[in-house]
Each structure stands twice: as C-alpha cells, then as structure tokens.
C-alpha cells in the first residue's frame, strides 16, 4: 500500500474516532423556563371582578408637567410587611392582590419606590377594589434615612370612604423631592376582617426627572 493511501486510511480512522468521541445531542424539546404567575385566578376571573369600571375619569395626563413621566406598579408585586402575615395574600385577577381569607389582624403590604435622588414626586394615585360597606384601604408612602434612625410618612391616605362599591382610586399631588441616600417603600394597610371584597391593583407614580448636574437642565430624552 503507498504511503498516500496510509494517510487517507488514517484519516478516515481518526475521523471515525472523533464522531464516536463527540457527545450525543437530544432531539427531544426541553420545556422552556418561565416565571411563575401569582396565584389565583387568571384564566377566568369572577364575574364581579371584571365588571368595566365606572368610576371618575383620572386624566393623568392633565396631572403630568413638563418631562413628567409615569410610573406603574401592579399589586401583586407587594409583599407582606409583616412576618405574622406571611401567607395571608394572595394574587388575583389582572395584576391585583387581596386577602386569601378573612384577614385575622391588621397587616401591610409594601413595595420599595425606587427613583433616583433629585426625582421630583408630582402625584401618586392609588388603585383599588372596594366591596366591604364597612372596612377601608388605607395607603402611605414611607421615607426611611440610609441608617434607618429617621423615618417619616410622605403621603398617608387613611379614610378612603369609596362611593358606590367597585373599582376606584384616590390620588394625591405629593411635590416631594427624593433625598440623597434615603429610601422610599409604598405600604397599603388592609384591615382586621377584609376579605375578597377589598383588592389592591395598582400605583401610579407622576414624577419629574433631575436636571443635569443639578443646574436646572432638562433631563436628556431617548
């Protein structure tokens, strides 16, 4: 055999070796990894929860200044503020959390506002579901200092007296700057005994950007 026939042999030998070598790849489709919906119902929420809302017109767009923008946080991000009401909530419908059973005490739900220092906090509306003739919502806006010594309440909505039961809200005009350091958390107050009658939906966050180094330039627009 000459040698130009060895080296073909060989190679074909090596490359032999190589394929049996090489890991075997699946065929087979693997289930792709997605994040887990809030509990509750989904696919077809109660009659009563998705009745169209009837409510005042909120206009956000006439609440909004120049280089105003909005923020929306949907309910079932908020977690209990407590550790005895732990398991207590529980998402439900299109982006809303409310009690799994009649609430056994008084419990927070919160969620951290994270803008940066200089933000100008114009307005803050409250979004909400209220059925129970006889308990309230109520809403605040927390501000801690960066050590946690000092704190004070920012907004407090503690009456909100809804009018004809359903969907509502309730906004206030805040005109708060956020202060270098310091740390902000929305909490919504449900009260001893609220049930599926009283949900929480939604924040919605008017707000102002920074100027530029701080000397009253307007933020730079995408």
């Known amino acids: 055999m000459s040698s130009k026939h060895k080296r073909i042999l060989n190679l074909i030998v090596i490359l032999g070796l190589l394929l049996v070598m090489l890991p075997q790849r699946s065929t087979t489709a693997q289930p792709v990894k997605t994040e887990m919906s809030p509990t509750g119902v989904l696919e077809d929420p109660s009659e009563m929860f998705r009745r169209p809302y009837a409510g005042p017109e909120k206009e956000l767009n006439s609440h909004l200044q120049a280089n105003g923008k909005l923020l929306n946080i949907a309910g079932w991000h908020f977690r209990p503020y407590f550790e005895r009401c732990e398991g207590l909530f529980t998402g439900f419908g299109l982006g809303q959390i409310r009690p799994v059973d009649s609430m056994p005490d008084y419990c927070w739900i919160t969620y951290p506002l994270l803008l940066p220092s200089g ?52 906004g206030t005009s805040v005109n708060h700057e956020v202060q270098m350091y310091d740390t902000y958390n929305f909490v919504v107050a449900f009260p001893e005994g609220a049930d599926y009658r009283l949900l929480f939906s939604s924040v919605n966050i008017l707000y102002k950007e920074p100027g530029v180094f701080g000397l009253g330039f307007p933020a730079i627009q995408k």
């Not at 919502?137 to 009018?163: K, P, T």
């Open 119 to 170: 933000t100008t906090i114009d307005w803050v509306f409250f979004n909400f579901y209220d059925n129970d003739p006889s308990r309230d919502l109520a809403f605040f806006l927390h501000r801690f200092n960066d050590v946690g010594s000092e704190w004070d309440v920012v907004i407090s909505l503690n009456e909100i007296e809804a009018g004809a039961p359903g969907y509502d809200f309730v």
